[in-house]
C-alpha cells in the first residue's frame, strides 16, 4: 500500500513538473496562449500605473521574452503616448498586434485588463456590504483624499516637462477653468485645444496671408455661381421642383391605395402583436441601456489623452449630473477603488457599468472604454512611420498636452469636491502628495497608507 501511495506521488508530481515546464514554454513563445499568459501575469502585478506598467511590460517584452528589441520598444511606447487610451493599454495592443496580428492584440490586451476587471466586479458586488460596515466611511475617505493627492501630483509631473511657453500656460489654465466651473465637456476642450496646437504650429504669418488670399478668390467664385444660380433658377431648379412634388404625390396617392385595398388586422392578431411587444419590453429596455452606456464609454475612450484621470470630469457629468446612476460619494468611492485594482485606471468603467446594468453592462462598458484606443492603436501602428512624421497629428498633440494638465487639475477638484469632507482629509491629502514627490513609492501603497491612517484618526478625532 505504501509503495502504490509512493508511486502515485511520483507520478502526480512529475505530471506537476511537465505541466510547469509546459507551461513556460508556451508563455515563452509568441504563440496566442504565450501573449495571453505573459500579459496576464502582467495585469496581476500590474499596481501603480502609468510608467510602473510600462517598466513591468519593458522587462517582459524586452529582456525575458526577446519579442522586441529596445528600439522597437522605445517606438511602441511613443506610439502608446500619442494616442488616446492608457499608455500601458497601448502599449500592449501594439506588442501584441507586431507579434500575432490583430488577433494577438486583442488577446494581448483581454490579458492585462481581465484580472483589474474581475476584480472590480467583485468590489461592485461588494461596495454596499463594505459601505455598511462600521468605520468605512473613514476608510473611504482617506482613499478619497490619497487619490486626490496622486492626481496633482501626476499634473504636477507632467506640467513639468510641457508648459514651457506662455501659450501653454493659457491653454492648461483654461482647460481647468471651463471644465471645473463652467460644466464644458472633456471632448470640446480637446478638440480645442488640438485646433490651437495646429493654429500655433502651422499658420505662421506668412501662410495666414495666403490663407485670407485663397479665402477672398473662393468667395468671389461662390458669389458668380450665386449669379449664375439666380439667372437659372426659374427655367432649371423650379422646375425639378415641381416635377419632384408631382412625382411625390403619385406615389403617395399609390400607397393610399395599396392601404385601402390591404385587408385590415384581426382582433388575435392586434393581441397577440401586444403580447409580444409586452413581453419584449424588459429586453428592450435592457438593450437600450446597454446601448446608452456603450455609446457613453465609446466616446470616454474615444477622448482619453492624458490617461484615465483626465475622464474623471466627463464620465461624472454624464453618469452622476445627466443619467443619475451614481451619487457624487459613490463615484468618488469607484475611482478611490479602481487605483486599488492593478492595470489601467480606466477600469473604472467596470464598476460603473456593473451598477447601472449589472454583468453585462460591467462588459460592455469595460469594452466600449478601451475599444477606440485598441483600433487607432492598430490602424497607427500599420502606418507608424507616416504617421509620427505626421506634421499636423504633432501638432494637435502638442495643443492636447498642456490641456491635459488643466484637465488633471479639473478630475482633482472633481474628486476632492465629492470625497473629501474634513480638514482630516485635506492633511492626508497633503502628506500623501509630499510623499509621492519625495520617495516616489508604488502608489498602490500610498492609497492604503491613507485609508488606513484615516481610519486610525478615527479613534481619537471624529
Known amino acids: 500500500m505504501l509503495e502504490n501511495a509512493e508511486k502515485r506521488a ?34 496581476l502585478t500590474g499596481f501603480g500605473g502609468g510608467l510602473a506598467v510600462i517598466a513591468q511590460i519593458r522587462v517582459l517584452a524586452v529582456r525575458r521574452r526577446r519579442w522586441f528589441t529596445e528600439h522597437d520598444f522605445a517606438e511602441a511606447f511613443a506610439l502608446a503616448q500619442s494616442l488616446p487610451g492608457t499608455n500601458a493599454g497601448n502599449a500592449v495592443a501594439y ?13 494581448a490586451l483581454a490579458a492585462f485588463i481581465l484580472p483589474s476587471m474581475l476584480m472590480m466586479v467583485a468590489l461592485a458586488i461588494g461596495y454596499r456590504h463594505l459601505r455598511q460596515l462600521p468605520n468605512m466611511d473613514r476608510l473611504f475617505h482617506g482613499l478619497n483624499a490619497a487619490v486626490v493627492a496622486l492626481i496633482i501630483v501626476t499634473a504636477w509631473r507632467v506640467g513639468r516637462n510641457t508648459l514651457t511657453k506662455p501659450w501653454q500656460w493659457y491653454v492648461a489654465v483654461f482647460s481647468c477653468l471651463v471644465v471645473a466651473l463652467f460644466g464644458a465637456t472633456i471632448i470640446e476642450v480637446i478638440l480645442a485645444a488640438g485646433l490651437i496646437g495646429i493654429y500655433i504650429d502651422s499658420f505662421a504669418e506668412r501662410r495666414w496671408q ?20 439666380a439667372k437659372n433658377f426659374v427655367g432649371g431648379y423650379l422646375t425639378r421642383a415641381m416635377a419632384e412634388e408631382r412625382v411625390r404625390r403619385a406615389a403617395h396617392e399609390e400607397e393610399e391605395k ?8 384581426s382582433e388575435s392578431t392586434r393581441l397577440r402583436s401586444v403580447a409580444i411587444l409586452m413581453a419584449a419590453m424588459p429586453v428592450l429596455a435592457k438593450a437600450g441601456l446597454l446601448l446608452t452606456l456603450s455609446m457613453i464609454f465609446l466616446r470616454i475612450g474615444t477622448v482619453t489623452f492624458g490617461g484615465g484621470f483626465v475622464m474623471v470630469p466627463l464620465i461624472e457629468a454624464e453618469v452622476v449630473n445627466t443619467h443619475g446612476w451614481l451619487t457624487h460619494q459613490e463615484f468618488a468611492d469607484a475611482t478611490a477603488l479602481g487605483q486599488l485594482t492593478p492595470g489601467p485606471v480606466l477600469i473604472t468603467a467596470t464598476f460603473i457599468g456593473y451598477r447601472v446594468a449589472g454583468t453585462l453592462g460591467a462588459l460592455f462598458a469595460t469594452i466600449s472604454v478601451f475599444l477606440p484606443a485598441f483600433v487607432m492603436t492598430i490602424a ?36 476632492g469636491r465629492a470625497g473629501i469632507h474634513s480638514w482630516i482629509g485635506i492633511l492626508i491629502a497633503v502628506a500623501s502628495a ?24 478615527g479613534l481619537f478625532l471624529a
Not at 25 to 39: K, N, V
Not at 95 to 107: E, K, P, S
Not at 210 to 229: D, S, T, V, Y
Not at 434 to 454: K, S
Open 10 to 43: 511520483g507520478r502526480f508530481r512529475r505530471r506537476v513538473r511537465y505541466g510547469q515546464k509546459r507551461l513556460k514554454r508556451l508563455s515563452a513563445t509568441a504563440s496566442l496562449g504565450g501573449i495571453f499568459l505573459s500579459f496576464l501575469y502582467i495585469g
Open 95 to 107: 506588442i501584441g498586434w507586431r507579434l500575432r496580428g490583430i488577433a494577438g492584440g486583442a488577446v
Open 210 to 229: 495666403r490663407w485670407r488670399r485663397i479665402r477672398r478668390l473662393a468667395a468671389r467664385r461662390r458669389e458668380r455661381m450665386a449669379e449664375l444660380e
Open 258 to 265: 395599396a392601404e385601402e385595398a390591404a385587408k385590415t388586422p
Open 380 to 415: 497607427a501602428g500599420t502606418y507608424l512611420r507616416r504617421f509620427r512624421a505626421n506634421r499636423q497629428v504633432q501638432a494637435f498633440l502638442r495643443g492636447v498636452t498642456p490641456a491635459v494638465v488643466g484637465l488633471l487639475v479639473a478630475a482633482a477638484w472633481s474628486i
Open 434 to 457: 509630499l510623499v509621492l514627490l519625495r520617495f516616489r513609492p508604488n502608489p498602490f501603497w500610498v492609497i492604503m497608507g491613507a485609508g488606513v491612517a484615516r481610519l486610525l484618526f
